[in-house]
Antibody, heavy 119, light 107 residues
């Protein structure tokens, strides 16, 4: 059974960069698309972007200028870096795997990690 | 960006009743729409994909229909574990987008 676990700082100051990592267990990170999705009270569920195991990426245009995704297949991990954060970036951040039968849907999710942006 | 509007925001029903949830897209998404269930403190769970296909392990009381801009998620007879928030999501266009959710609560 594939499991995903997010990790990273819970509290970040405005204008700083937040880095989150998702560790995949119970299966290989290879040959799948891996996504980041966030959920806030103000904007609901918001897709951030995705990365293939080869490193190719797609981003939400609303965040593209501030987001970088990367993957480390040797560690079975992928990561999110979000720069110049503001209070609007406060959210629960989920990592998720795309559904193998049909792309762009999500069948495995992490439990989510809360990131709070505050001074 | 395709906007998904879900209605109603809240649905108050009793166990055993039928639930009908709506998702309307700002432009056609063909049949490229999924439904998720989210319980408090948990990640969303994929229920239905491409409008009408149940994901693995999803009970038959959950069904989806629709195409184009109007979609329905039906729960034929609510069980206690079905009281949760439901989201729709489209994959027709980038960026992938979600609806605002419908909360199904116990009446």
């Amino acid at each position: 059974q594939v499991q995903l676990q997010e990790s990273g700082p819970g509290l970040v100051k405005p204008s700083e960069t937040v880095s989150l990592t998702c560790t995949v267990s119970g299966g290989s990170i290879s040959s799948y698309y891996w996504n980041w999705i966030r959920q806030s009270a103000g904007k609901g569920l918001e897709w951030i972007g995705r990365i293939y195991s080869s490193g190719s990426t797609n981003y939400n245009p609303s965040l593209e200028s501030r987001v970088t995704l990367s993957v480390d297949t040797s560690k079975n991990q992928f990561s999110l870096k979000l720069t110049s954060v503001t209070a609007a970036d406060t959210a629960v951040y989920y990592c998720a795997r795309e559904f193998t039968a049909v792309p762009h849907y999500f069948d495995y999710w992490g439990q989510g990690t809360l990131v709070t942006v505050s001074s | 960006e395709i906007v998904l509007t879900q209605s109603p925001a809240t649905l108050s029903l009793s166990p055993g009743e039928r639930a009908t949830l709506s998702c309307r897209a700002s432009q056609s998404v063909s049949s490229y729409l999924a439904w998720y269930q989210q319980k408090v403190g948990q990640a969303p769970r994929l229920l239905i994909y491409d409008a009408s296909n149940r994901a693995t392990g999803i009970p038959a009381r959950f069904s989806g229909s629709g195409s184009g801009t109007d979609f329905i998620l039906t729960i034929s007879s609510l069980e206690s574990e079905d009281f949760a928030v439901y989201y729709c999501q489209q994959r027709r266009n980038w960026p992938l987008t979600f609806g605002g959710g419908t909360k199904v609560e116990i009446k």
